[in-house]
């Protein structure tokens, strides 16, 4: 059981390049989410997937595009890379039941856009 | 929109208690979540406030009063490993996290 796996683990882009992080969970969780943290912040919510074929905006979606490929899969992609995308990107997941309360999150992916 | 405040800073000695004070300011929410993080690692679960009230949780219990708009959490016995971020962040819906800031708790010897 790996949990919340995230890939790659640091990236460098040049401005204007694109790049897909990608995001998968093993434990069955229908909820899947992808936020970004700057230095000295707490995060900020990019977008979610509350299921297998929708997702919503969060509170930064702006020059981010998501895909929930399956249950298990849940990707961002940078179309265009910009220095104010440099960041640690997190994906979490949880399922919403009863008294569940805690998302899972991955180990981040560190990435800086020169 | 949703705001969160927390100090920044809170230091305190091994073995000490401290408390890590949460207000925040919303339209609306489920409950209010706690989760440390190290050193910009995953961030990981530590308690959840649904209802007003008091939630123990080994040596971390956490609190909420929503007519106050204000939470806690207490950190009894500090070990050096406790040497954290904390965040409180408001749980919404369909179980989106609003962070804040966060607060940085420095465990000395």
């Known amino acids: 059981n790996a949990g919340v796996t995230q890939t790659p683990k640091f990236q460098v882009l040049k401005t204007g390049q694109s790049m897909t992080l990608q995001c998968a969970q093993d434990?069955?969780?229908?909820?899947m989410y992808w936020y970004r943290q700057d230095p000295g912040m707490g995060l900020r919510l990019i977008y979610y997937?509350?299921?297998?074929?929708?997702?919503d905006k969060g509170e930064v979606p702006n020059g981010y595009n998501v895909s929930r490929l399956n249950k298990r899969e849940f990707s961002l992609r940078l179309e265009s890379a910009a220095p104010s995308q440099t960041s640690v990107y997190f994906c979490?997941?949880?399922?919403?039941?009863?008294?569940?309360?805690?998302?899972?999150f991955g180990p981040g992916t560190r990435l800086t856009v020169t | 929109g949703q705001s969160l405040e927390q100090p920044s800073e809170v230091t305190a000695v091994e073995g000490a208690i401290v408390q890590i004070n949460c207000t925040y300011q919303?339209?609306?929410?489920?409950?209010l979540s706690w989760y440390q993080q190290h050193d910009g690692g995953a961030p990981t679960f530590l308690s959840y406030?649904?209802?007003?009230g008091l939630e123990e949780t080994g040596r971390f219990s956490s609190f909420l009063s929503r007519s106050d708009s204000y939470g806690y959490l207490l950190l009894q016995e500090l070990q050096m490993k406790d040497s954290a971020s904390y965040f409180c962040?408001?749980?919404?819906?369909?179980?989106?996290?609003?962070f804040g800031k966060g607060t940085m708790l420095l465990v000395s010897p």
């Open positions: 979490a997941s949880t399922t919403e039941a009863y008294q569940v309360y805690e998302q899972y």
């Open positions: 434990m069955n969780h229908n909820s």
């Open positions: 997937s509350a299921s297998e074929g929708t997702t």
């Open positions: 919303t339209s609306g929410f489920y409950g």
């Open positions: 406030n649904g209802l007003d």
């Open positions: 962040p408001l749980k919404g819906w369909r179980s989106t996290l609003t």
